[in-house]
């Protein structure tokens, strides 16, 4: 037998699984309605494929995944999409997302699809592609995208692969019943996870408080070479994957580590069998097994659901009496958290509904002052120091929270169980994750801020340097020009009678347009014409403001293309003088160069605008 260590810390609450294993695994049917969230797992929000009024069908991918850390979205049964729009959804928060809502046909028609008849002969990549397009996500925690967790890398190899099977949260029982009745299911994707990762060991842990499921285990690992099936005392959070590791291995995940860093995966029972489903079937992730349990419902048990069922309607499969239910809780009473409404859709991450009586499940006592006790310390899995944290967090001291670890904290909740001081210590905890993560995304944002003005600093400076380069240039071939010709650059003093006469006839043109002026005036009084008053000249000059208003507005970027375009011409008509007076040998070469240098310059600097609008 293999040997298995302990955990520190850890906390023994009421079980109260019996209640929801009476009777064997059913099918939760077809609702009337499907909301699926596009976000259901770590890492980008899929982007939807359909719209309103689309047909689809069952297994039809419906949203594709946006980047690396992402997973696409399936129809769970054939339909029509009813509606886009904002949903409340499974959230802490009772937030709204995004949600593709589909209202079932009732023919549950299938796209075509096939598995592998041979795993074997397909390469890792090969595999990893198809678990990334069914849209597996792991099943037991916060959703990570499974084919992102499997494709490890080459500098860090994986030797042992270890299938969670605790399921150590009170009330739980959908990974007990998963192991009592589809046990060869489970097998089977753990064998197709080892070939991926190429591991030399496999284990699967589970509580010695599921014993027919233990044994149903081992049962079906009895054909299956190198699958060890390791029991181990029951405790609070040993489910945790740093905690399971440690149980199985002895061996202790770094802070801020990865248990790849040791040469282990973790995978969930639920996650084996849909990858299972999606390798040998064909089939995406689209229904998941579902605990129903608590003392308003007059028959708990577990649901295979349809990814996407309103909570409402497994309650009411399971007689839940809703008078009798003061709150009700998505999870576990451990980890779990209300939700606002019974609407709220069922995800890949959903393993439970808790529908508590008010004596079952009381409302928490008034919090108190914290006595310094120190039991929080000695029931946290992590070895951390809660109380520390708890101060620190109720201060938003952040520096001093990440410096004290508060990331290696699993929110078990183990703390706020034992505190007779009734603080709600995970709570604290998960408020100020969430602030730091806000804190370190507005830190990057800045950072990104200030490297696009150095860059575009940068850029002007070197414009400008090129600019006066191509000015010196310039200048040093007119003067060879002058030396070659042999003759001589006037000088200021010699410039300044040219400037002289410049100004004189600009004064005598003036002139001319009022005496011009005066005339055509005097030439319209005398044809009983009245010569424009102030008045009218303002009239003119407000019609034109006016046109000028009741013109479209353009954009920024839609004004630096009209001004790119202007330029442009221009560039183009003075080149074209350019060359006629190169060709010609006309004295303007050296003015209509610079005109040119000029109208260039001014083109790249639009071209920076309108390049530095586009980034923001």
């Known amino acids: 037998m293999r040997k298995v260590w302990d955990i520190p810390g850890g906390v023994h609450p009421p079980e109260n699984k019996a209640q929801s294993v009476t009777r064997p695994i059913a099918s939760a049917g077809i609702p009337d309605v499907l909301i699926y969230p596009l976000s259901q797992h770590i890492g980008a929000a899929a982007v939807p494929l359909v719209e309103k009024g689309d047909l689809v069908l069952k297994g039809q991918m419906i949203a594709e995944a946006m980047g690396f850390v992402s997973a696409p979205v399936h129809a769970a049964t054939s339909g029509r999409v009813t509606a886009i729009e904002e949903r409340v959804i499974a959230h802490p928060s009772g937030m709204h997302a995004p949600c593709i809502v589909i209202e079932p046909d009732g023919e549950n028609r299938w796209i075509e699809h096939s598995g592998l008849e041979d795993y074997t002969s397909a390469t890792p990549a090969e595999l990893l592609s198809i678990i990334h397009d069914a849209g597996v996500a792991g099943m037991g925690g916060a959703g990570f995208p499974s084919a992102v967790k499997l494709s490890t890398r080459p500098d860090t190899p994986i030797h042992t692969l ?324 042999g003759t001589k650059q006037p000088s200021r003093s010699d410039a300044a009678p040219d400037a002289a006469d410049v100004i004189r006839a600009a004064i005598e043109r003036s002139q001319a347009k009022k005496q011009a002026a005066a005339a055509q005036s005097q030439a319209q009084a005398d044809m009983g014409i009245e010569p424009d008053s102030a008045q009218d000249a303002i009239d003119r000059a407000m019609a034109k403001r006016a046109a000028a208003a009741a013109a479209p507005k353009l954009s920024p970027v839609e004004q630096l293309q009209n001004n790119l375009a202007s330029v442009q011409s221009r560039i183009s008509k003075t080149g074209e003088k350019l060359e006629q007076a190169r060709t010609t040998g006309e004295d303007t070469v050296s003015i209509l160069e610079s005109s040119v240098a000029k109208l260039e310059a001014k083109r790249d600097q639009i071209l920076a605008e309108i390049e530095e609008l586009g980034d923001s």
């Open 162 to 485: 270890i299938i969670n099977g605790t399921e150590c949260e009170p009330y739980i029982t959908s990974d007990d019943m998963l192991m009592r009745e589809r046990a060869d299911e489970i097998v089977r994707g753990t064998e197709i996870i080892a070939h991926i990762l190429g591991v030399s060991s496999i284990i699967i842990g589970v509580e010695d408080n599921k014993p027919e499921g233990i044994a149903s285990l081992r049962s079906a690992a009895e054909h299956s070479a190198g699958i060890e099936v390791i029991s181990f005392p029951t405790k609070y959070p040993s489910g945790g994957e740093k905690q399971l590791i440690q149980i199985l291995t002895g061996q202790e995940v770094p802070s801020g580590g990865l248990p790849s860093a040791l040469g282990i995966v973790c995978q969930n029972l639920g996650t084996t069998v849909a990858v299972h489903h999606a390798v040998d079937r064909g089939e995406p992730l689209i229904s998941r097994i579902i605990t129903v349990t608590g003392d308003s419902c007059r028959e708990p048990a577990n649901y295979e659901v349809l990814l996407g069922t309103p909570a409402s309607h497994l309650l009411e499969l399971s007689g839940q009496q809703p008078e009798l239910c003061e709150r009700l809780i998505m999870g576990g009473p451990m980890m779990g958290f209300a939700l606002e409404s019974a609407e709220v859709p069922v995800v890949k991450t959903t393993n439970c509904l808790l529908a508590p009586t008010r004596a079952e499940l009381p409302p928490a006592a008034p919090q108190q002052a914290c006595i310094r006790c120190g039991i929080c310390a000695e029931a946290c899995p992590a070895s951390l120091l809660p109380q520390q944290l708890f101060w620190y967090a109720t201060a938003k001291e952040y520096e001093k929270l990440e410096a004290h670890n508060l990331f290696d904290c699993i929110e078990c909740g183990a703390c706020s169980f034992v505190c007779p001081s009734n603080i709600p210590l995970v709570q604290y905890y998960r408020a100020s994750k969430a602030d730091i993560r806000r804190h370190h995304l507005d830190h990057e944002r800045s950072e990104r801020s200030r490297a696009r003005f150095e860059s575009r600093q940068q850029r002007i400076e070197q414009e400008e340097a090129e600019k006066q380069a191509r000015r010196q240039a310039r200048r040093e071939a007119a003067q060879a020009r002058a030396k070659e010709a």
